[in-house]
């Protein structure tokens, strides 16, 4: 055997030892990951409001509750149930889909976007909820993101849902998987973002969330399009993904939902499309005991 046959041969000896080496055994092998039992609860009907512009979403504040269907909101007295107030735009112009709305200071922040047209582009609209009229406009334009459907403060920033659609105004290479939550510095510049958990798209499918909040325990609430259930989502200790550690049965079917945070409790606001009513739940705890890679969502 010649020296370079003799080289050639313990080069390949060796190789094949490093690759053999390199080869966990079975033993050795990493469990496949089994996302944490998702938790189920109910939520307690405690008042409904009829309202006819409540076909989009809702929001409340110490004294009023707000109704909102794409280009009109509706403003009711909340010990009385009776209309004091409306705000309404033409159909099809420079507003065209309020999709949700939360109250602060006086102020109705809404996220508004030109569904069903394409590109997708969104907007922050603002609104004086003593006198009811428009008050400030924040753009944020096309987004690969999609459509713009709730949005709220998120420590100095801003935490925002965004939309994907299966069918009328989708986009041919992005369904309603595309979802996802972004958050944002106070001047709108994208600081980070999750994906929604399949668990949670496989049942608003063919649909996104349409309305979300962060709950007084640092945890996402999200509801569908018409499902009467409540997704309840958590931070990952890591990965890109929200973790769905709770589904609460709530006697609502859609859209956009909000924490009346000026009430003891856990209540929570929401809409019943097919009736065009307003509904207030109480919402039982949310536990992470069982979600040990679970965190609540805080500011960095």
Known sequence: ?????????????????GSALAQPVASERPPVYAPPPVVELQAKMIRE????????????????????????????????????????APREGLIRHINSCFAEAGKLWCANSNFPLVPMASSVEVFDTATMTH?????LGILDEGSLTFFERFGQGWIAGYAHYNEDGGLPYKDAAYAGVVFYDAQWRRTGGYALPASVLARMAPHAA?????????LLYVFGHDRPELYVL?????????????????????????????APGRVMYAINRPTGVIRAFELPPVSLDHSPDARPLKPE
């Open 1 to 17: 055997m010649t020296p370079l046959v003799r080289a050639a041969l313990a080069a390949a000896l060796f190789a094949a030892a």
């Open 49 to 88: 409001y009829a309202a006819p512009e409540a076909r989009q979403g809702v929001a409340v504040d110490a004294d009023h509750v707000y109704a909102i269907v794409n280009t009109v909101i509706g403003k009711y007295d909340k010990a009385t149930g009776a209309r004091v107030g409306r705000w309404a």
């Open 135 to 139: 008050a400030a406009s924040h753009s």
């Open 210 to 218: 349409s309305g979300g909040v962060l709950g007084p325990d640092g």
């Open 234 to 262: 958590a931070r990952p200790v890591m990965g890109p993904t929200l973790i769905h550690v709770a589904t609460i049965a709530m006697d609502a079917a859609g859209q956009a939902i909000a924490w009346d945070r000026t």
